[in-house]
């Protein structure tokens, strides 16, 4: 590995480990991303779930949903503490890679929405009656690599946004159609690993295509994330 | 890329946000070991001037030069050699003092970075309280360490909003001889201030924005805010 890519990855995990050391002693994004997810989950139970037997295939769309909507308050506190403190100004003042300050916080959100998923997926297996975890192999595949796209455009649009005024608008609906491909693969993939005879072969489809767009989706980022980011 | 420069120079600068001109065709320039003062009432364009010379924010026209080279031109390592202390502090509540300047320094890659960050924090007199979370600290205590913050990587341009701001008289006396000493040291300082009594001290000169546009300030006698107050209600 040479030295200026040691360097940009040396950058990337100081702002991880700082994201996360804040987070765990203030807990604030995780209690609040885990409440909404599962109260999200509990919503849904109440309204698809009829005499213990719930819609076919609604589980693999509920937990979809749940990710997306804890994964854009997660985005959105996370960023805001950041220009509350305007400590955003002062990551984009060190003469550090800008793309690693933003794979940073990439990596440490996903890290927080990796937490919540450990909570969120349980709940979804139980009150959904769904067999989530009957091949947990492609199913943490497909969550893992859904989670990482969605995390890699909303990082980016929470960055940018975190000035605006209006950015708690903003922010869902500038991240919703741009992370349409990801909901459709998470979906699509999960409902393949929910049916009564599993159709795993589908569902690597739907993973490796969701790794493809992890690599779009976080090639553009990086890429345009130093101009976007100056004012 | 190791950059240096002696002299800051601001060619015909202007910024407007939509319709609203917040600078216009702004020139001036500051040398190695000068500290000058931005001088100006509220609105006037002193924190996005300050904002602009930083890189934070692109001129809209008009350009800054670092010692003959523009931003664009030097790169990032520019960024190694510039301080900016603005009036949010930049700091993490939630992490320590010590932690606070950890975190940046290893953002600005430093070596020796224990030994430096033990200076930082005596410097600014938290050495008893290099432990305790920042949430805990006083204005001036949080100003402080943010000047250290800012200094931790020795810069050749500091720039400075309202520094003043939260210190008590010693920990303002004690900011004026850190700023001489910086001055020894060529590192060039540009201040906004209102507290023109404490920066009178210690600035060689002066320069007022009004309205986004650069005002002279005469020479001659009266003491700085005398000056000031003639130049702006006249």
Known sequence: MNASMSQFLRVAWIVVKKDLTVEVRSREILYTTLFFSVSCVLVFAIAFVRQGRPLSDAAAGILWVAVQFSGTLALGRTFERERHTETLRALMLAPADRPAIYLGKLLGIFALLSVAEVILLPAVTLLFRAPLLARPLPMILLLVSGTIGFCAVGTLFAAMLARARSRDVLLPVLLYPMTIPVMIGGVMGTVALTQPE??????????????????VFITLSMWTFDPLMTE | MSVDFDELSLVDLSRHFGRRKVLSHISFSCRAGEIVGLLGPNGAGKSTLLSIVSTLVSPSEGEVRYGGQTARTIGAGL???LGLLAHDLHLYPELTARENLTFFGGLYGLDNLPSRVDRAVALAGLTDRADDFVSAFSRGMRQRLALERVLLHEPRLLLLDEPFTGLDDASGRALIGRLRALKATGCIVLIAT??????EDVLDRAVVLQAGKLVALQDGPGTLRERYRVRIHG
């Open chain 2, 79 to 81: 960024r190694r050699r």
């Open chain 1, 198 to 215: 599993p159709q795993e072969a589908l569902a690597w489809f739907w993973i490796n295509l969701l790794v493809f767009w992890d690599v």
């Open chain 2, 194 to 199: 209102h507290d023109l009594d404490l920066a």
